[in-house]
């Protein structure tokens, strides 16, 4: 079992209905405050560097700075109730092995964690303590703790979270105090070197549950502000519809806007200039294209910028620096909610200013599919791992209730569990492990994983990772080269792992460039 020093953070520190060209901007600076009073040496401010000062070198800082050889291992959201990590199963120790043999390994620390015995607030789900040691014996080093269920247990549940975490020596990184907290890289003091971690979740108006959906971290500017949460990357949508479509919706703007005379305070009217292919009506947005039901979503562009900033900090304060999102958006207004297989545009383009940026790998979680593996600039981006332990049992006091006990209900028609075991994608899931050699990208290996998908075990066993049966490893292998050959990637499939070998001469570290934060 791996037994790292881990460091503290680094600080890096409209109207409803509306018309015209004022539709297609985003209030990115009431979201993106920044504390007063922070710019560096001589008035500098935070704009760059003082004139005549350098910045430091991209190609030398930016590089991966591990020598010899370095693997990370990477999955999604753990989600454990009970103990499980002791369990003799050859389908289940064969498959964390790659986890404990790794040099780091990541994953995402899916909810509050807490110490239930002394904890005195109500508590929607929670991990146990306990879960700590299951945790640790996966060997997970460093986690990520921003998505949409860091604040199950609210605000006094995130501190706890982020106690516990500290006490067992578990870096974290996206949750604290305020978001220079939240938004900070976490280092981990590895033998192979310190390995920085930045960690957002995506939040869109629809994202749930609450409060994590509105209740992003603020800033803290001296003595006010400062609200504890999450770190955001606050993204809008908007929906393709056909011209048909939005000349009816234009009509019935119209006819709401003829009433503007009826209050006292002045209603602007409909620019006279306005694109005839796209409107907001009552704060949502729409553009003509061929397939209706698309979705395009758009950064919010504040986020984005301080995010990149973190990211390229936490670079230069290390010498390898995973990036990681929870994100749930898909590409369809129609799909149903976070079982997208494909990837929304922001991420794709996220993932790549991540790396410009800095980061050594992207890793998504939070859609409860797998989404495609792309190697861009020699590094690995994995969009999609899915849920890598989703128990269904409960570590809370059972409720008085009828006949039933609280886990028949939950499998019982219309019920919670029975709801998520019926779609059969969100049963299986990534294992990710990606080899460095001398700085660069030599192999990545993908290993399929089964939470259960055909549905004959017991619950007790029901989203415990174990490796799957060599049809469904292919199977999964499969859609797996499917969905990554867009992005130009080929995946071999040898002995039920994906394979994918980096040729020596692609994206050497010194062809590192990075596009500066904007």
């Not at 009506?281 to 900033?309: A, C, S």
């Not at 192999?443 to 066993?461: F, I, N």
Request: proline residues 7%.
């Amino acid at each position: 079992m791996k037994k790292w020093m881990w460091s503290a953070s680094a600080l890096a520190c409209a109207s409803v209905l509306m018309t015209g060209a004022s539709a297609w901007r985003f209030a990115d600076t009431a979201f993106a405050q920044e504390p007063a009073g922070q710019g560096r040496g001589g008035g500098a401010g935070r704009g760059g560097a003082p004139q005549g000062v350098p910045l430091l070198p991209n190609e030398r800082e930016l590089a991966m700075k591990i020598k010899g050889s370095f693997t990370l291992a990477g999955v999604g959201d753990l989600i454990i109730r009970t103990p499980i990590t002791q369990l003799a199963e050859p389908g289940f120790q064969g498959l964390v092995k790659p986890m404990r043999d790794a040099d780091v390994t990541f994953a995402n620390m899916e909810g509050a964690l807490l110490d239930l015995d002394t904890f005195p607030y109500g508590v929607f789900d929670a991990a146990p303590k306990g879960a700590l040691a299951d945790i640790k014996n996966l060997g997970v080093d460093i986690m990520s703790t921003a998505n949409n269920h860091s604040l199950d247990a609210d605000v006094p549940g995130l501190l706890e979270t982020i106690r516990l975490l500290n006490e067992a020596g578990i870096v974290y990184a996206g949750t604290g105090r305020n978001l220079q907290e939240a938004r900070a890289a976490h280092f981990l003091n590895s033998p192979k070197g310190v390995i920085g971690l930045v960690s957002t979740f995506s939040v869109d108006p629809t994202s749930g549950p609450s409060p994590a959906s509105t209740s992003g971290a603020t800033y803290r500017n001296g003595n006010t502000g400062g609200r504890a949460g999450l770190n955001p990357l606050r993204v809008n949508v908007t929906y393709t519809i056909t011209q048909e479509q939005i000349d009816s919706l234009r009509q019935v703007r119209d006819s709401v806007l003829a009433r503007r005379g009826e209050v006292f305070a002045p209603v602007p009217p409909a620019s006279a200039n306005e694109p005839k292919d796209r409107l907001t009506l009552f704060g949502q947005r729409y553009v003509v294209g061929p397939k209706p039901g698309d979705t395009h979503w758009e950064m919010n562009q504040g986020d984005l910028r301080e995010i990149l900033r973190s990211i390229k900090q936490a670079k230069q304060s290390s010498d390898f620096v995973i990036a990681t999102i929870h994100c749930h958006q898909g590409n369809y207004a129609f799909q149903t909610y976070t079982y997208d297989n494909d990837t929304p545009d922001f991420l794709v383009e996220f993932a790549h200013r991540a790396i410009d940026n800095g980061a050594d790998v992207f890793i998504g979680h939070g859609v409860h599919t797998i989404r495609g593996v792309e190697i861009y600039k020699g590094k690995p981006i994995f969009y999609g791992t899915n849920t890598f332990i989703y128990q269904y049992t409960s570590s809370l006091p059972q409720n008085p209730g009828g006949p039933l006990t609280e886990a028949e209900e939950e499998m019982s028609p219309g019920g919670a569990a029975a709801e998520r075991t019926s779609i059969k994608e969100r049963m299986e899931s990534l294992l990710t492990e990606s080899r460095y050699q001398d700085g660069r990208l030599v192999e990545v290996r993908v290993h399929p994983v089964d939470l259960g998908q055909d549905g004959t075990r017991p619950l007790s066993r029901l989203g415990v990772p174990f490796v799957p049966s060599q049809p469904m490893a292919q199977r999964v292998l499969e859609k797996l080269q499917r969905l990554s050959k867009p992005y130009g990637t080929t995946i071999s499939i040898e002995n039920g792992t994906g394979v994918i070998r980096i040729p020596a001469g692609q994206a050497a570290p010194s062809a590192v460039t990075a596009r500066e934060v904007k």
